[in-house]
């Protein structure tokens, strides 16, 4: 798939789509690239975290414990922070979960949300969830070599995606930065989480009728075409 492709705006109303996958999975990478089509907003609810706790907000403040650890933030305090985001206006067309739910609990709350008056008035589009699977030396790769713009958000890797000219953002110019939680002592924890608390959702969702695979190992344009196609394709009743 092209560039023009990837981003050429489609005018239906797209609804709830989750993004499921381990650390490094290609999410976040994904769901830039996706948001450009359906014109609906990237929730992420790392970057959120990580701007609380760069502004030493209150929630910040309890969240960096966990993060810098690699655990997952306690279920309350990251449902309260969503329920706050997903009632902007840019979500009335859809929006992207990226990185939510990631417990069973977390999941049950949204199911619960999305049900309720205020969402069903706004679109009664049920979620696609779609799951990038990925194995476990390739996601070693990709966050070890994972470099970020702090200024535009791009994200880029020195082995798979580099930028331009070393250490400097294509876009902006800006000096690229290593996330906090990419060390390898961190990586290991966070994949520990993922394989305890966030595994047990691919069930969860597949029960539902709901969960939609994409080989998420190959070059990143080609899981942006089958992302499309599991979003397009899905069945949303
Ligand atoms: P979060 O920020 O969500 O991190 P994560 O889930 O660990 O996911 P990543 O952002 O590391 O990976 P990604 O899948 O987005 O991959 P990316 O596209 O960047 O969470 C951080 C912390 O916040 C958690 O540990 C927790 O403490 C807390 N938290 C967040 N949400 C929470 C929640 N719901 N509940 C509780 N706590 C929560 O790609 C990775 C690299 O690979 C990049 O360098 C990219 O260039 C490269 N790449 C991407 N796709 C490809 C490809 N196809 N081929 C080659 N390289 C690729």
Redesign the pocket.
């Known amino acids: 798939m092209d560039q023009k492709t990837a981003t050429t705006a489609v005018k239906t109303k797209i609804g709830p789509v989750i993004f499921l ?11 830039k690239l996706i948001m450009q089509r359906y014109g609906i907003p990237q929730i ?4 959120l ?2 701007d609380n706790v760069s502004r030493g907000t209150e929630l910040g403040k309890q ?1 960096k414990a ?2 810098d650890k ?6 309350q305090l ?1 449902c309260d922070m969503v329920a706050v985001r997903l009632r902007d206006a840019d979500c009335d067309p859809g929006f992207i979960l ?6 069973v609990g ?1 999941a049950e709350w949204l199911d619960g949300l999305l049900k309720g008056d205020f969402f069903q008035k706004r679109c009664s589009l049920p979620p696609v969830v779609v799951n ?1 699977r990925v194995s476990y030396n ?1 996601l070693l790769r ?2 070890t ?4 713009c702090p200024a535009c958000g791009r ?3 020195v ?3 580099p930028p331009r000219v070393a250490d400097a953002c294509d876009v902006d110019g800006s000096k690229l930065v290593t ?1 906090k ?2 060390s390898e002592e961190v990586i290991a924890e ?1 994949l520990k ?2 394989e305890r608390q966030t595994l047990p959702l691919i069930d969860y969702y597949r029960r539902q009728g709901r969960l939609r695979e994409v080989d ?5 344009e080609q ?1 942006t075409a089958e992302a499309f196609q599991a979003i397009e394709n899905a069945d949303r009743v």
């Open positions: 996958g381990a650390p490094g999975a290609g999410k976040g990478t994904q769901a992420s609810t790392g970057d975290l990580r969240a966990f993060m690699g655990e997952l933030v306690p279920d990251v990226d990185g939510f739910p990631r417990t977390q990038f390739q990709r966050l070599g994972r470099r970020t994200i880029y890797n082995h798979f995606q996330r939680d990419d966070r989480a993922y998420g190992e190959r070059a990143p899981v």
